[in-house]
T-cell receptor, first 112, second 116 residues
Framework: QQQVKQSPQSLIVQKGGISIINCAYE??????FPWYQQFPGKGPALLIA?????SEKKEGRFTISFNKSAKQFSLHIMDSQPGDSATYFC???????????FGTGTRLKVLA | GAGVSQSPRYKVAKRGQDVALRCDPI?????LFWYQQALGQGPEFLTY????????KSGLPSDRFFAERPEGSVSTLKIQRTQQEDSAVYLC??????????????FGNGTRLTVT
């Protein structure tokens, strides 16, 4: 119940294309869903986050779509660029607590 | 400092050696976390400090792992009698508040530990 399942494990997208990464969870107590971006040799950095009271959140080229009934959320990267090539982690947490549960990561490669 | 600083960046230890990994969080950050990241995996929670108090150490894999934050700022993760399965990147993160959704985690670049 504490797991966050992430797919795909790896993704190759042409420059300008849309990258889509999916996550699913079981624990309905989760109410905060951040996405982290990690470049090789660096720590993860917060990219964008959503709460389940909205179905979509957009920041620049990055959009989170949230489906509360299905207990799924996804990251969409529009107009993908080679500089977006990184590993992306979804995570889930409960407001007021400190624990984050991370997905297993998606390695994205955007071809020039 | 500007971000979370971890040292050393790389550590090679022979099996059975003790190691100490240091984390300097962002100044003023109340919460400090240690995560373990195995190759190709997401970060897994090890332990959590609120100021100097270690409130949760449920993720520490064994009693060979010990963490401290005596003055509520710098933290040290110590691994005694290292084993090959301890090889991983150890990430430190801090946040300004105590609630997960109140402020984001700021991660350091990690210490890559290789046990030979």
């Amino acid at each position: 119940q504490q797991q966050v399942k992430q797919s795909p494990q790896s993704l190759i997208v042409q420059k300008g294309g849309i990258s889509i990464i999916n996550c699913a969870y079981e624990n309905t107590a989760f109410d905060y869903f951040p996405w982290y971006q990690q470049f090789p040799g660096k720590g993860p950095a917060l990219l964008i986050a959503i709460r389940p009271d909205v179905s979509e959140k957009k920041e620049g080229r990055f959009t989170i779509s949230f489906n509360k009934s299905a207990k799924q959320f996804s990251l969409h990267i529009m107009d993908s660029q080679p500089g977006d090539s990184a590993t992306y982690f979804c995570a889930a947490s409960i407001t007021g607590t400190y624990k984050y549960i991370f997905g297993t990561g998606t390695r994205l490669k955007v071809l020039a | 400092g500007a971000g979370v600083s971890q040292s050393p960046r790389y550590k090679v230890a022979k099996r059975g050696q003790d190691v100490a990994l240091r984390c300097d969080p962002i100044s003023g950050h109340v919460s400090l976390f240690w995560y373990q990241q195995a190759l190709g995996q997401g970060p897994e929670f090890l332990t959590y400090f609120q100021n100097e108090a270690q409130l949760d150490k449920s993720g520490l894999p064994s009693d060979r792992f010990f963490a401290e934050r005596p003055e509520g700022s710098v933290s040290t993760l110590k691994i005694q009698r290292t084993q090959q399965e301890d090889s991983a990147v150890y990430l430190c993160a801090s946040s300004i508040s105590t609630g997960a959704a109140n402020s984001p985690l700021h991660f350091g670049n990690g210490t890559r530990l290789t046990v030979t």
